[in-house]
């Protein structure tokens, strides 16, 4: 694992208060993005209205999707309740509480070499992080901790899962849980 040169966290790991680690982060979504208006469309770089409309389809029908085409998607368009990016604002906020949800139902490919179900805890961890204001505390600092191994295709058994939520319930710092994952993934 590489270190980020901003907050000395391994890389991905120091977001969402690191704003490298966060384009990091929001990179792998953005890179699925890129990647889908190519393939579908033939270019990357549509019109913002065009970007827009295509962004919509793509969130009426979450599960024909990558799920970094949909967290793209979601991405540009706006909530009717908040104003935020949808699924992004405030909890308790209807309509981004339903994207929030729905975005669970896209696909999850896992990559060549990596355990089954490495792809859907990258994807969480990913949604997490990236709306960290939405979730508790612990569970931010449980994906932020975590991350980077899934990332270089580590997965936790469910053992080492639990004795890494039972660290965090007796209030292990950031750099504690770093280290104990950092001493379980073979990267
Ligand atoms: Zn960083
Ligand atoms: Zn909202």
Known sequence: MRSCAECGCPEYGGAPGCA????LLDGLVEEGWRAFLRREFGRAEPSPEEET???GMVAEEPDRHDWRVVDAALDRLT??????????????????DLADGFRYSAIETDRPGVPPGNEHAVRVGVSV???AHRQSPHAVLGWRAGLPALLEGFLPTTTQAQA???RINAGATYEELAEAYGDLSPG
């Open 20 to 23: 490298r680690c966060r384009a």
């Open 53 to 55: 409309a295509i962004a």
């Open 79 to 96: 909530c009717a309740g908040c104003g935020s990016r949808l699924g992004r604002g405030p909890r308790g906020c209807p309509p981004c």
């Open 129 to 131: 992080v990236r709306a």
């Open 164 to 166: 890494m939520r039972a």
